[in-house]
C-alpha cells in the first residue's frame, strides 16, 4: 500500500437507506388536498404500513396512474422505501405502474362470460379500438384489458370501465359505450381511471386508543409467554 | 325435493331500489338484532351463533362458531371481514355488499361484541367500485346513528370499523393472503399450519376472518335465535345459502334457497329459479363451487344443495357458484380458460402451482387450437398430479395455500368426463365447436 492512496469513500450506512418519514413527511407530487386525505387514511390503521393500498389507489386519482413521483410521496408517508411501494404495487391488477388511458375498459373472458360470447367481444373490441387487449388507443382516451370474473355474471358478458359495472354488452351496445365515453357522455356516473372510491369518510376513530393499545400490548405480552413456555417444553 | 318455502333470512329487503339506504333498512327492521345482542352477554350470542351451526360461506365451509371459540382464550383480537369475492363466477357477496350494506354492517357489529373485538377491517374487493361507496356511505349513516362506534346504542361496547380496499388479486381471498394484503405487503399466503389466523394473524395477533355472507346471517340469528336457523336445512347444512347461478341458464342470478332442501336439478330448471338452459339445449356438465371444483355430469344433477351431500359426490359446495354449460359447450376450451386463470392468479411462491399452472395452460391452449399431441393428455394428467399428488378430492396439497391443489379440478374432469372431445382435438387439429 503506497502513501499516495486514495481514501475510498465508505459506503452509506444501511439506516439511511429508510427513509426518515412519516405522516408528516414533505411531499414533492402528491397535491395538498390529496396529501391531507392521505393522513387521513393512514389515521385509520394501527400499523401505518396498512394504508399503502388505501393510498396508492388515491394517488391514482392524480395522474390515473401511479407515477414514480408519487410512490416516493406515498413511500415517506408511510416510513418505507420507495421499492417496497413499487413492490406491493406490482403485485396488484388495478396499480398501474405505467400511463393508462383515461378509462380502462375491462372485458372478463372467464368462464361465465366465455359460455356467453365473451371472446367474441374481446376480439370485437380489439379489432374497433385498435388494439390488443392490455394495449391503450394512440389518443390516450381507452385502455382494454381482458379481466379476469368481475362478480356480475347475470350480465354477461361482463364489462367494467373504470371498475364501474356497465352490465351485458353486445359488439353494438359496446360500439355506443366507446363513443360515450369519448364524448364525455357518461361522465357523471363514471368518473376517469384512477378515481375509485367518491364517499369519504366522515368520520375518525372513536373507540378508546390507548385502551385498545394496552390490549394490543396485553396480547403481545400473553403470546410471548406461550411461545417461551412451549420453548421450555420442547427443550 | 323441491323448493321449500323457508324465509328469506338475507335477500328479503333486495327487492327495494333503496335497499342500500339507512332509510329502508331502519324501516324493515334494521339494528333490531345489534339492539337485542347488546342486552346479551358475548358469551350468549355467541352461544346463538354457535346453535345455529353456521357454516362459514366463503368457500371452506368451517364453522363460524368454531371458528370464534378458537378466539377466546386470547385477550384481544382484530375482527377482518372478508369481501374479496373473486371466485369465478361467484357474485353472491358483491349482491349484498351493493344492496344491503348496512345488514352487513349490523352483522360485523354483532360479531365484534360476541368477540369483544374494538378494531373491525371490512376488506372489499377493489373492483367492487360501487360496493366501496355505498359501504361507506352506509358506515358514515351507521356512525351517525351510534350503531357504531363510541358507546353504541348507549351500551358502552365501542368499536370502530374501517373499509379497506383490495386492488385486484384473486388470491387476496385467502385469508392469510388477505392479512398479508391488509398490511400493505404483496398478498402472498402465509405457511399454516401451525399458526392460522386466529393464533396469529393480523400484524402477528390473534384475529377472526369472516365471510360477508356469514357475517349478513347474524342479524337473523340473534333476532331468531340460533335453533330457527338450524331448523332449516338438514345435517350439518343448516339454514339457507346463496347460490350464484350463471352460464347456460335462462334466469341466471343470485337464490337464496334452504340447504339440502332443494337439488342442482331445481336449480337450473325450477321456473323460479334458473328457468331452465336456452335454446331447448341439454344439459353438459356443471361446474358447483367455483372453478376450483371438480366437474359434475347430468347424472349427478339430482343431488341436493348439501356441504356434505355434494363432497361426498367428489366435489364442493365451495364458494356456492353453479356454472351450467349445454351440449354446445366445447370442454376443452371451458378448462383452458380455467387454467388461464390460475395461471393468471397464481401468486407465484410456490414452484408447483407457479409452473405448473403455466405448464398446463400452455398445452391445453395447443390442444384447444389445433397443435396438441396424443401424449398431451398423458403429460397433463401427469402436470396435475405434481401440483396434486394422486389427484384425489379432497386434493394432496405441496403449497403453501389451497390456489395450487384447485388448478387441476377443471382438467382431471374434464378428461376424464369428455376424453374423446380431447382426441378429436388432437385427431382434427382444431376445435369441433369452431
Redesign the interface.
Known sequence: MSDTAQPQPQPAPMTARRPTGGPAATLAHLSPATATRARNLIA????T??????L??LAQEQEGWLTPGVMVDIAAL?N?TPAEVL???T?????HTEPVGTHVV?VC????C???GAMELLEHAESTLGVNAGGTTPDGVITLEEA???????A?PCV?V????VGAQTPESFDALMSDLRSGARSADIPNHGT????????G????RG??AA??A???G??SERAAAAKQAGS | MAITDAPKIITRRIEHPDSHTLERYLATGGYEGLRKALTMTPEAVAHEVDTASLLGRGGAGFPAGRKWAMLRK????FLVVNGD???????K??LLIERDPHQLIEGVMIAAYALQV??VFIYL??????G???T??A??DA??HGAV??DIFGSGF???V?????????ICGEETALLE???????FPRIKPPFFPAA?GL????TVVNNVETMSNLPWIVLNGGAAFAALGEGRSTGTRLF?????VNN???FEIEMVKTTFHDLVYAPVLGGGIPHGRELKAL?PGG?SAPWFGPDQIDLPLGQDEVADAGSMLGSG?V?V?DDH?CAV??SW??TK?FA??S?GQCTPCREGSGWLEKIMERIETGNGREEDLDLLLDACDNIAPGLTWPPQQTTICVLGPSIPSSIGSAIQMFRDEFLVHIKEGGCPFD
Open positions: 385509520l390503521y394501527p400499523e404500513r396498512s394504508a399503502l393500498i388505501p396508492c389507489h408511510l418505507v413492490g406491493t404495487a403485485f396488484y391488477d388495478m396499480l375491462s373472458t372467464n368462464i361465465a366465455l359460455l356467453n379476469e370474473c368481475l362478480a356480475d355474471c347475470d354477461t367494467q373504470n371498475h364501474r359495472y375509485l372510491n367518491r364517499v369519504e369518510r366522515t368520520t376513530l372513536q373507540a378508546d385502551q385498545i390490549e394490543r396485553a396480547t403481545a400473553a403470546q | 386470547n385477550p384481544v383480537t369475492e373473486s371466485e369465478p363466477a361467484t357474485f357477496d358483491h374494538s378494531q374487493r377493489g373492483e367492487f367500485a360501487l366501496l361507496e355505498r361507506q356511505a358506515l358514515n356512525y351517525s362506534g363510541n365501542s368499536v370502530d374501517v373499509v379497506h380496499p383490495g386492488a385486484g388479486a384473486y394484503s391488509l398490511e400493505g405487503k404483496r398478498g396469529i400484524y402477528g395477533e390473534p350464484a347461478l350463471a352460464g347456460h341466471p342470478g343470485v361446474i372453478v357458484s356454472v354449460m359447450t376450451r371451458a380458460r380455467i386463470f393468471r392468479e401468486c
